[in-house]
């Protein structure tokens, strides 16, 4: 075999080994990139992508501390103490509309009122709902379960009262002033009331003086 022979054969050899790793790192990178596209993208806990819930004011985390103050929180009972009709003379008429007052408490020492008008019974009542529990008064109790120190106080019309009572008396109250005393937890107490009758106004003089228990409404 002659010398240009044997040159043109490792040329030919040195091509085709070329060209075969040319194809393998071709068909390499092709496989990498398909799997780069469809491979399954970055995801925090909540599905988002690029997403993490990192440092203190992640929303996953103020979630769960809010749902956990939730929890915690006892649910409030409430009472309606009237509803009545109401109307409103216009200059097309008359408007008559639905006036409601409610009292929401947890018989632990929080208790409010709310007084809200709307179109129907039930649109009014739910109003009052929400405003009551909007303004809720902390009261404090003794170990009786009884206000601390006898309260007189006149609002408006009403002249109302209050005295502790030692355990197994039970609640001296009744007519609208029962489940205010009932919702706010006390129940050992002596009460009076002195004047008008009126349920809106002797609710009101009835957190004014349970307001004397607390210093200040929520």
Do not use: C, W
Request: glycine fraction near 10%.
């Amino acid at each position: 075999m002659s010398v240009s022979e044997t040159n043109n054969n490792a040329q030919f050899t040195s091509s085709v080994t070329n060209s075969v790793n040319s194809e393998s790192s071709s068909k390499a990178f092709k496989e990498s990139a398909n799997s780069s596209r469809f491979s399954k993208p970055r995801t925090n806990a909540r599905g988002r992508r690029g997403l993490t819930n990192r440092g203190r004011g992640g929303r996953a985390n103020r979630d769960s501390r809010h749902s956990t103050i939730r929890n915690e929180e006892v649910p409030l009972q409430n009472a309606i103490i009237t509803v009545k009709r109401v109307t409103r003379v216009v200059k097309g008429g008359k408007r008559m509309r639905f006036a409601a007052m409610v009292v929401v408490g947890d018989k632990a020492g929080r208790v409010g009122f709310g007084l809200k008008k709307g179109l129907d019974y039930q649109d009014a009542v739910n109003k009052a709902i929400k405003q009551a529990e909007k303004r809720l008064v902390k009261i404090s109790l003794n170990e009786n379960r009884s206000v601390s120190f006898p309260v007189f106080l006149k609002f408006k019309s009403v002249k109302i009262f209050l005295k502790p009572a030692p355990v197994g008396t039970g609640l001296i109250a009744g007519g609208f002033l029962r489940p205010v005393l009932e919702l706010a937890g006390i129940e050992n107490v002596y009460s009076k009331l002195i004047g008008s009758r009126d349920k809106i106004a002797g609710v009101q003089a009835a957190f004014k003086a349970l307001a004397r228990y607390s210093g200040t409404i929520n």
